[in-house]
């Protein structure tokens, strides 16, 4: 095939890997499937059943084959039974506990704990490692037992010497209502000497069942539909299993409870809940629903369906309960979020008698850690499960740590942790996890290395927690040595430990080490993906951050709501309008658009990119709408001086019963200070404590000493200053100074300016400031002072630069910028729009120019600055009917504000020029900040 050039497909590779492990060439086998890209759930199946089945010595199939298993998990491919078959025997292989813990753990995740094979199988691998009671506990939990469930467990208690137990244990199988098979009998036929009258009993009993076994099973026929149903169970193959029982039911073939219990199984591994509905009605027609398993199985079934009103419904009307209904109907109640009802379930359990075990205690402790109360709850939970016994279960004890650490009461998590006798990973890695997830990152590397000094070997859990507490700690070194660790021990392709340790570089700002590390994921989910593009934007790449977006919809996979926000986030820092707009029309596209957390996104992504239009029209159009979704609009309406707009939304806000937080205020009180508004600034400061009982914090003061400033209240603003309880920060100086500089008031800026040189040395901004104040005072001496003070402490002035987006392109200018490959064309601009806006009335602002020259040669330098540089190549490069957006990184200078002013006028352009304070919307020789900047 290769020599011919022909590529196989899916189906003949897999085939083709089937071949290679039968003729026990495992490596070919994997050389062929990491070759492979289009891989099915067939495909994983194949290589996992190749290690499973390997005997080579020079290969370590476990290791091998959990190596496939952890990518299996990363690629998005859904799990089956038949997935787990492989992976199951590989845990008997190895010998490895923590891997069979692990695998069972994923089997709870992904809602196949509760399969018969799945079951069955880790029954017996309990059982083969020694761990009876972890194997009995998984057996009684199971809501469906089928025949062979039942004969594993058996087995586990003969080949223990377990005698009596074994025959206690086929007692309750005889009266289950499931009929022992001849595996049964034979399991127990090596069992002769038993202590007691009552072993003896029990014996006969066995014998007396081998009889009936002989005499009538052969001949019954639902006998033998029932096992082929439980065959087409055991091979995945659910909708044959259906299949299989409509044939059953066409021929009118008696069903028991045995087709129940299997048929149930199969839907709910299905999860079709109208089918259920139907076989369920069968079930009442034939007056097996009342059986206690086969109700128990419908309310699994409806469960699993996330129909939990009729699993309710199947539970009260049931005239028995056992513990199995109990639990089932607990731990439904816990994963559908119905927290309250769980617990209410558990207090009902009690009050009629019945002892829980461990799946009630975990079910419910979970449905505990979400409550308000929960930690009243827990405490509760915890010493009934402590008085019954059960706290010395594994799964009760590490569910109680969880809890602890979720409710903040590390205390007693620890307690817990450090007075166990036999410490596993579960626990490990609950206590490392509570560390982190309560600021004590610290205490979760000692932890890790602890595990490290015992000899143990970490699992993939265990190094993503680690990493994650490198994370918090942004400890680059310490991440490093996990990384190597996990390079060590072959978990560095786990993709949840490659997810961690990605996070950790990125944290850390080694976007170096990320980038090589995600490129060493085999197959990137899109939690890898939004994560990479994430460090992008938070490490200033907002550039690469979207080039990565565009390779991730290349490999497939999906964006999430997540990878979205973060992505409208890119485009907002970049002020990329158009690519903006590409992005929400990805968002529309996947269905998006009524979550509130990309909503909120893209409404500040259209503000900051200068479109408040289409921000208000957008948050108009949401249903739902979160506090977070209200101060976005209001900020951006803040940010583009609309102060009666942002007013009169934070007025509806109010009498629509939204709750403002210190957010809402920040941008209420910006909406003020940018339009003068004394009076209403001072209302709502007063009513933020007064009526909402909101403490103003250091923001809400700069806000009111900003507006106080702009409307040249200054006395005013430095008293407010002095009056504050607390420190006053170096930008609400800087806003005083800026306000000084407007009002000319020389003194003031002085002493302003002082207090801002006091707290930043080195602030350029407040010697530019203090050398403006200076120069429109023509006071010479003073500017020359400021540079010399400049020269000395090695300030540097922060450079003044301008950029413009066309078609995609970011063009950016500085002062007298001659760089740009158009530099004729727009020099020739400029003086073609110096020329008309002069006849318009334009009289060029040398007030702050911080030359000592002829009026003539300041009025020139002022020609060239970035901004009008920006606007004029926007004026020979966009439609004449578009609108000119432009951004500066510092405050636009009043000469260049008049100038566009009349530049917006003479061309009829709308021009959007957004500087370091806010935005300025020009639109007919009128600028919507009302010339308060």
């Known amino acids: 095939m290769i020599t011919c050039g022909r590529n196989p497909d899916r189906f003949l590779t897999n085939n083709l890997i089937n071949m290679y492990a039968k003729c026990r060439s495992v490596a070919s086998a994997r050389h062929l499937f990491d070759r492979t890209i289009d891989r099915d759930l067939v495909t994983w199946n194949s290589i996992l059943a190749a290690y499973a089945h390997s005997t080579d010595p020079q290969i370590d199939n476990a290791q091998e084959g959990f190596g496939i298993f952890r990518l299996l998990r990363g690629s998005g491919v859904l799990t089956s039974r038949l997935t787990l078959a492989p992976v199951l025997k590989l845990c008997l292989l190895s010998g490895y506990v923590w891997a069979s813990e692990a695998v069972h753990g994923y089997t709870i995740k992904i809602g196949l704990d509760l399969d018969v094979f799945v079951s069955g199988a880790l029954v017996n691998i309990y059982a083969k490692f020694r761990r009876i009671m972890e194997a009995r506990a998984l057996f009684d939990g199971m809501p469906d037992r089928d025949v062979v469930l039942w004969n594993v467990m058996l087995k586990a208690y003969v080949e223990m010497g377990l005698y009596k137990e074994a025959l206690f244990l086929f007692s309750a199988f005889h009266h289950s209502g499931l ?69 059953m039911i066409r021929a009118k073939v008696e069903c028991d409870t045995v087709t129940f219990l299997v048929i149930l199984s199969a839907i709910a591994d299905a999860n079709n809940l109208e089918l259920g509905q139907q076989v369920h009605g069968v079930a009442v027609k034939l007056g097996v629903d009342s059986a206690v398993s086969v109700a128990n199985s419908l309310i699994n079934m409806y469960s699993k369906a996330g129909s939990i009103c009729f699993a309710r419904k199947v539970f009260n009307s049931m005239k028995e309960l056992d513990l199995i209904s109990w639990n089932s109907m607990i731990s439904s109640c816990a994963q559908r979020s119905l927290e309250e009802e769980s617990v209410k379930l558990y207090i009902d359990l009690l009050r009629d008698g019945l002892r829980p075990d461990q799946f009630t205690i975990a079910s419910v402790l979970r449905a505990c850690s979400s409550l308000k109360e929960g930690l009243y709850l827990c405490k509760q939970v915890h010493v009934h499960a402590a008085k019954t016994g059960i706290i010395t279960d594994s799964f009760v004890y590490t569910a109680l740590i969880d809890v602890y650490c979720r409710s903040g009461n590390m205390e007693d998590a620890e307690f817990l942790f450090e007075n166990k006798g036999e410490i596993d990973f579960a626990s490990w890695n609950a206590m490392m996890f509570g560390y982190v997830m309560n600021n004590e990152s610290q ?42 660790y996990a390079i060590k021990t072959r978990f560095d392709i786990d993709l949840c430990v490659s997810s961690g340790i990605l996070d950790m570089y990125i944290k850390c700002g080694d ?38 977006y565009h390779q991730m919809r290349l490999s497939g996979v999906q964006p999430d709501e997540y990878t979205f ?15 903006g707009r590409q992005v929400h029309a990805n968002v529309i596209k996947s269905d998006y658009t009524v979550d509130p ?97 909101i403490k103003p914090e250091i923001e809400h003061y700069s806000c009111l000493v900003d507006v106080l400033g702009r ?24 806003a005083l100074l800026g306000a000084c500089r407007i009002q000319g008031n020389t003194d003031t800026g002085k002493r302003v300016a002082e207090q801002l040189l006091a707290l930043e040395p080195s602030d350029s901004a407040a010697y530019v400031l203090l050398s403006n104040i200076y120069a429109a005072a023509n006071q010479w001496d003073g500017v020359t002072d400021a540079r010399k003070t400049m020269e000395r402490k090695k300030v540097k002035k922060d450079p003044g630069f301008s950029w413009i987006d066309v078609k995609n392109r970011v063009h950016l200018f500085v002062v007298n910028d001659r760089d740009h490959p158009q530099t004729d064309l727009i020099y020739d601009k400029v003086e073609d729009v110096i020329k008309r806006i002069r006849e318009e009335g334009y009289v060029p602002d040398t007030d702050f120019m911080l030359l000592d020259v002829e009026e003539e040669e300041k009025e020139r330098a002022l020609y060239y600055h970035s901004e009008k540089l920006a606007i004029a190549y926007g004026l020979i490069s966009t439609p004449p009917s578009s609108t000119i957006r432009v951004i500066k990184n510092l405050r636009v200078c009043g000469d260049c504000h008049s100038a566009i002013k009349y530049i917006s006028k003479v061309y009829q352009r709308e021009i959007v020029l957004r500087d370091a304070n806010r935005f300025h919307r020009f639109r007919d020789g009128i600028c919507t900040c009302g010339d308060y900047w």
């Open 179 to 247: 009929h022992p098979d001849e595996i049964s009998v034979r399991v127990l036929n090596g069992i002769n000497n038993v202590s007691s009258d009552e072993g003896n009993s029990l014996i006969e009993q066995v014998k007396a069942c081998a009889t009936k076994l002989s005499l009538n099973h052969e001949d019954s026929e639902v006998f033998f539909w029932n096992k082929t149903l439980s065959e087409y169970l055991q091979a995945g193959e659910n909708w044959t299993a259906v299949e299989c029982f409509i044939n």
């Open 443 to 484: 205490k979760a590397l000692e932890l890790f290395s602890l595990i490290h000094e015992t000899g143990e070997k970490a699992d993939p859990i265990t190094l993503a927690t680690a990493a994650k507490a490198c994370c918090c700690l942004v400890g680059l070194e310490q991440g490093k040595q996990i990384h190597a």
């Open 511 to 548: 976007m170096e080490s990320a980038h090589v590390v995600f490129t060493q994921i085999p197959v990137p989910d899109d939690i890898a993906w939004t994560t990479m593009i994430s460090g992008c934007v938070e490490n200033g790449d907002e550039d690469r951050a979207l080039s990565m």
């Open 565 to 579: 926000a973060t992505l409208v986030k890119a485009t907002s820092c970049l002020t990329a309008l158009e690519q």
């Open 597 to 693: 957390f990309v909503g909120t996104s893209l409404i500040d992504m259209y503000a900051k990119c200068g479109n408040i239009g289409d921000a208000y029209l957008l948050f108009q159009r949401m249903n739902i709408r979160n506090i977070a979704l209200w101060n976005a609009m209001l900020v951006g309406l803040a940010q583009h001086g609309n102060a009666k707009e942002a007013l009169n939304l934070f007025e509806t806000m109010e009498s629509n019963g939204i709750e403002p937080d210190k957010v809402t205020f920040i941008g209420v009180l910006s909406a003020c200070s940018h339009s003068g508004l004394i009076s209403e600034a001072y209302k709502y400061f007063d009513s933020m404590r007064k009526n909402y009982g």
């Open 711 to 734: 409307a040249g209240h200054v006395q005013e603003a430095e008293k407010l200053i002095v009056s504050m309880p607390f420190e006053a920060s170096a930008s609400m100086y800087r």
